[in-house]
């Protein structure tokens, strides 16, 4: 219960704030989450916690639940994921991990399997070959792989996996999942987010506040964050990128013909079965 020590959560204890409905948002990296993120949050009231004077947004509006694994250069408790939960009614949870979260400790993953439970869980996906590219400029903009072409970007091997293998298991961990999760093309949310947001109200049962534009403007420059602590909720908890530019690759003219084969064989199946591919066209 909300009162109890964050070392409790073991033997199916309930955790979870009464009256409060979390809504999990999940992906892959490089999918849309934080624009679901803040889509929820502008539209939805339920999905508002008050706002907290200078204090970092990313503590506050919402809670990555993967922050709970040891290991996380930002490692949290349970109480700090309830402290975020207990401020409105349906607070928003963050994951980039598989929905059996392997890596947390059983006392802290309980609290994670609750939330898949009972809440409201969204699988953000997107088009494999975007979220490669997206991920070399971001890593670059880490300064990690930083001269790293996109070719030799997409074989190299993460935990014994080539990325768009990566990719698939991900997609495949959560769209098997049981119960299933709702899944959101983050291309459905660009081309017509007022139809996405109506999708979204009947997932969440709540009235959309249908603030206009219905997207969230991106905040391009860190003072703009920096600013928006001080002033008020800021719009967008985009990742904002280092001061030098890195180029954002277009994948329709990125990648060669043996890229395309070697997405194929580790993608290809997923994207057919998303909707991204009709046949073994990838151009």
């Known amino acids: 219960m909300p009162g109890q020590s964050p070392n409790a959560a073991d033997s199916g204890s309930k955790l979870i704030p009464p009256g409060v409905k979390p809504v999990v948002v999940a992906s892959h990296r490089r999918s849309g989450t934080h624009l679901m993120l803040d889509l929820l949050r502008r539209q939805f009231e339920a999905c508002q916690p008050p706002f907290r004077f200078g204090v970092n947004p990313h503590r506050y509006l919402y809670f990555v639940l993967d922050r709970l694994r040891p290991s996380h250069p930002h490692h949290a408790n349970i109480e700090a994921c309830l402290r975020v939960m207990r401020t409105t009614e349906m607070p928003t949870l963050k994951t980039h991990n598989t929905p059996d979260f392997p890596d947390i400790p059983d006392e802290y993953a309980s609290l994670c399997h ?13 088009d494999v070959r975007a979220v490669l590219t997206s991920l070399l400029a971001f890593d670059a903009y880490a300064q990690k792989n930083s001269a790293m072409s996109l070719s030799d970007y997409i074989r190299q091997e993460v935990d014994g ?21 709702n899944l959101i093309r983050f291309e459905d949310v660009v081309a017509d987010p007022k139809a996405m947001v109506e999708k979204l109200a ?31 909720v800021p719009p967008s908890t985009n990742v904002i990128g280092r001061k030098t530019s890195t180029e954002l690759l277009d994948w329709r003219t990125a990648y060669s013909a043996e890229d395309f ?8 199946d997923m994207m057919r079965r998303l909707g991204y591919l009709q046949g073994h066209d990838w151009t």
């Open 202 to 232: 009947g997932l969440l049962g709540q009235d959309p506040l249908m603030v206009d534009p219905v997207l969230p403007p991106r905040m391009r420059h860190r003072r703009q964050r920096w600013l928006a602590m001080v002033t008020g």
């Open 161 to 181: 996996k080539p990325r768009p293998r990566l990719w698939t298991d991900h997609v495949k961990s959560w769209i098997d999942h049981h119960p299933a999760p």
């Open 114 to 126: 609750q939330a898949l439970r009972d809440g409201v869980v969204l699988y953000c996906v997107r």
């Open 261 to 268: 084969a070697f997405l194929e064989e580790h993608a290809g």
